[in-house]
């Protein structure tokens, strides 16, 4: 079954411009993850959160996470066509302090327009 | 280096017959995953493994669907009397600490066609 959530489910933007992803989830997380994924190939990993920090960057990359509001989101600067891809955020579950499986979230499909 | 490699990259197998997928990970990677991923949807987790021991399974569908990770290297995901429903991209991922704790490396997975 799917932990995460991805808000939208679909996104169209232009070149150039800021592309945000939402994810949430259900339960207490050790960490959360975010993956890309180009047209059904494989996925490649972009970053790692972990439940104590509130944000991180990455190069265009920038998340947050509100473990009160059991989500997070993705923030992609300045879009270029090869950020066309799914994106998929994965949350570590926390059981009793152990972490344990990875389990995905339904995506977001993004669309960057030349 | 090299990174996790699956095979077959494709499989078509007749209705009733076994599968076994393998995945060979990155060298030195503590825990391997097994997922399933359908055309459009998320990979769904089927099981983990640190080293040798399979830590949760609670991912696989039923007894048909059975996975092991004897030396903690390599793996196979085996599939009983497959059935249409089967029929799937199955991903296998490895990392280099213990469960979730640091990032997936996922390879480009076996793509299971059951007629």
Redesign the interface.
């Given at each position: 079954s799917q932990q995460g959530e991805e808000d939208p489910q679909a996104l169209s933007i232009q070149e150039g411009e800021n592309a945000t992803m939402n994810c949430s989830y259900k339960t207490s997380i050790n960490n959360l993850q975010w993956y890309r994924q180009n047209s059904g190939r494989g996925l490649v990993h972009l970053i790692l959160i972990r439940s104590n920090e509130r944000e991180k960057h990455s190069g265009r990359l920038r998340v947050t996470l509100d473990t009160s509001k059991k989500s997070s989101s993705l923030l992609i600067t300045a879009s270029r066509a090869a950020d066309t891809a799914s994106y998929f955020c994965a949350t570590a579950l926390n059981y009793g302090g152990a972490t344990n499986k990875l389990i995905f979230g339904t995506g977001t499909l993004l669309a960057v327009q030349p | 280096g090299a990174g996790v490699s699956q095979s077959p990259r494709y499989k078509v197998t007749k209705r009733g017959q076994d599968v076994a997928l393998r995945c060979d990970p990155i060298s030195g990677h503590v825990s391997l995953?097994w997922?399933r991923q359908a055309?459009g949807?998320?990979?769904?987790?089927l099981t983990?493994f640190n080293y040798e021991a399979q830590?949760?399974k609670?991912?696989l569908p039923n007894d048909r669907f059975s996975a092991e990770r004897p030396e903690g290297s390599i793996s196979t995901l085996t599939i009983q009397r497959t059935e249409q429903r089967d029929s799937a991209?199955y991903?296998c991922?490895s990392s280099l600490a213990?469960?979730?704790?640091?990032?997936?490396?996922?390879?480009?997975?076996t793509r299971l066609t059951v007629t």
């Open positions: - | 995953y997922y055309l949807q998320g990979p769904e987790f983990y830590q949760d609670s991912g991209m991903r991922a213990k469960s979730a704790n640091s990032p997936l490396h996922f390879g480009n997975g």
